[in-house]
């Protein structure tokens, strides 16, 4: 009876290592659930990056809108120096035109009489002359140097700068979101590998204490009916 629940513990021994490799190989796993605890492990540490990465995502959307609003607030260039000064060639002109007529009026005033036509006339060409002198004394040329605006300048090296970033962002974001699913998914298969491995262990262990039992009760029993068929009870004794 011993012989036969040996054999048959053995062969169901022989069935959970069997059993177990077989279920190792299939799966690629050694240790299901310490593999388990380090992708977890792996999942929280690429978590962490995930949010940390969302953050500075939020952040630098947040400074590219800012600086894409001051830009177009800026203008491109700005007013570096800023010169008036008379024209003095067309006042030259000016007052010798005017000249020219006062000495007219004086020829024409032994002539004629201030009411004349003639003198009329020319009275009101040097009231024209000396209006346009004076305007002309009011409004000096006006001679202005633009250069590029610094502010302006900086403001869009920022935004060219923010916006590189923000694409590095982005894709760092994508990558460890795939990651992050990776992770997941391999610590809920491990998960699962770890539960049906325990299983198999203790298949397996359960095995091998019913084999060893029946093992020492087959040697014990064996050597029992040795003492018998010698008539020895107690070895000890005898």
């Known amino acids: 009876f011993f012989e036969q629940q ?23 796993v050694v240790a299901a659930e310490e593999q388990r605890d380090l992708a977890l492990q792996r999942l929280s540490a690429v978590d962490a990056s995930y949010r940390q990465t969302r953050v500075d995502l939020a952040e630098t959307q947040q400074r590219v809108w800012e600086l894409e609003t001051q830009l177009g607030k800026l203008p491109e ?4 120096q800023v010169r ?24 024409l005033l032994t002539k004629f009489e201030p009411e004349h036509r003639l003198v009329q006339e020319v009275d009101r060409q040097i009231a024209l ?9 009011a409004l000096p040329v006006r001679d202005e140097t ?22 590095g962002l982005q894709a760092r974001e994508a990558a460890t979101s795939a990651q992050e699913d990776v992770y997941r998914a391999m ?7 770890a539960i049906t491995q325990d299983d198999l262990l203790g298949t397996e262990r ?9 093992l020492k009760k087959q040697e ?3 050597m029992d009916d040795a003492l018998d068929e010698r008539g020895i009870v107690n070895v000890a004794i005898a």
Not at 6 to 28: I, Y
Not at 187 to 193: N, P, V
């Open 6 to 28: 040996t054999g048959e513990s053995r062969r169901q021994l022989e069935e959970a290592k069997r059993k177990l490799l077989d279920f190792t190989e299939k799966h690629g």
């Open 77 to 80: 260039r700005a007013t570096t």
């Open 84 to 107: 008036t000064a008379d024209n003095p060639e067309l006042l030259k002109a000016l007052k010798s035109s005017l000249l020219d007529l006062q000495l007219k009026r004086t020829e």
């Open 129 to 137: 002359a000396e209006a346009t002198i004076t305007a002309e004394n």
């Open 146 to 167: 633009t250069d590029k605006n610094a502010h302006y300048e900086w403001a869009k090296s920022e935004l060219q700068a923010a916006q590189v970033q923000l694409k």
């Open 187 to 193: 610590a809920r298969r491990l998960g699962e590998d």
């Open 206 to 214: 359960a095995a091998q204490e019913n084999y060893l039992l029946y």
């Open 220 to 222: 014990k029993a064996r």
